[in-house]
């Protein structure tokens, strides 16, 4: 479970160190970080947040939504999937609704939006995924002692 | 359930999806929205594998198994299309695209930054692209189940 939280905040906070240490970065790491992400999103330059001078290696959604992954990946407490299957669709919904008003021209992309909407989708799919593989590797766990108490 | 259970099917969906995600164009259509296409690839390796075992039913761990494990296949896929095409035709693919007028900047730059790397970069790039693309595919296996092939959830 470490393991998988740990992938999980990694893979989050990769484009923010791309974003944040570019000039700390090996040029070849750098280069690889943003051939990684540049086969998963579009990187419209109009879209896309600059830090410290230079475009992210990801547009503001999906940095948003990569911060969500690694926010849901440290966050200690486990939410309940109950609430998360509500809370999901309508972040979901939320981010769909702005995707749809940018592309018909109703307002320009606005960074802040499309990083709030990216965090939430990210974050409560991420935190969702979390709490049901947590909760059945613990009634795995229960289960388990069961059986060993039987035998 | 172990993952290699679900490799006829994750390698077939993976593999169709890598493919489709580093070809030019039809990639940047399905990378448009967020990471469409490597949780669609999640959804076509979980359909062929409930097709395939009708019997059975998938938990929501074994759905993000099943995602994890298509969109790992999905990474390496992508970065094996595009190596060649990257190493051979690069600068000038490159050069081709950046002098179209009629294609729109950002395609442009999504053009540019898939074909002008240097090897060492090409290289370091398969380990990353198949974690992240992994990470996605479970995000999709998992979201799949709860949403597309609900009728097929196994009770935990």
Redesign the interface.
Same mark, same amino acid.
């Given at each position: 479970m470490k393991g998988l939280r740990a992938?999980?905040a990694?893979?989050g906070l990769?484009p923010w160190i791309r974003g944040l240490a570019h000039r700390e970065l090996h040029a %070849?790491?750098?280069?690889?970080?943003?051939?990684?992400?540049? %086969?998963?999103? &579009? &990187?419209?330059?109009e879209r896309t947040l600059l830090l410290g001078g230079d475009a992210m290696c990801v547009c503001s959604?999906?940095a948003g939504?990569y911060a969500g992954?690694f926010l849901a990946a440290v966050w200690p407490w486990r939410a309940s999937p109950t609430t998360l299957?509500i809370v999901f669709p309508a972040g979901a919904a939320l981010m769909m609704a702005d995707?749809l008003s940018q592309d018909l021209g109703l307002h320009a992309p606005w960074h802040p939006l499309r990083l709030a909407t990216?965090a939430i989708v990210g974050f409560t799919?991420?935190a969702?995924?979390l709490s049901?593989?947590l909760?059945?590797g613990r009634?795995g766990c229960h289960v388990n002692r069961r059986e060993a108490l039987a035998r | 359930m172990h993952p290699r259970r679900f490799f006829p099917a994750v390698a077939i969906g993976g593999a169709i999806t890598g493919f489709a995600?580093?070809l030019p164009i039809v990639?940047?259509i399905l990378?448009?929205?967020?990471?469409i296409?490597?949780m669609a690839g999640s959804l076509l390796s979980m359909k062929l594998w409930l097709d395939a075992h009708r019997a059975e039913n998938l938990?929501?761990?074994d759905a993000?198994m099943l995602g994890a494990c298509s969109g790992g296949v999905c990474g390496a896929a *992508?970065w094996i299309v *595009?190596v060649p095409i990257r190493l051979a035709f690069g600068p000038a693919l490159s050069d081709f695209f950046m002098e179209r007028a009629f294609l729109p900047?950002?395609l442009k730059?999504?053009l540019r930054?898939?074909y002008t790397?240097?090897f060492? *970069?090409?290289?370091? *790039?398969l380990p990353?692209?198949v974690?992240?693309?992994?990470?996605?595919g479970?995000?999709g296996g998992?979201?799949g189940l709860?949403y597309v092939f609900v009728a097929r959830r196994e009770a935990?």
């Open positions: 992938t999980l990694f893979v990769l %070849s790491l750098a280069g690889a970080i943003d051939a990684a992400f540049f %086969s998963l999103c &579009h &990187h419209a330059p959604r999906c939504l992954v299957r995707i990216g799919a991420t969702w995924m049901e593989v909760g059945s009634r | 995600l580093a990639g940047d990378r448009c929205a967020l990471c296409g490597v938990t929501p761990i993000a *992508s *595009s900047d950002f730059v999504n930054g898939l790397d240097d060492a *970069s090409i290289f370091m *790039s990353l692209q974690v992240l693309y992994g990470v996605m479970a995000l998992f979201l709860q935990q």
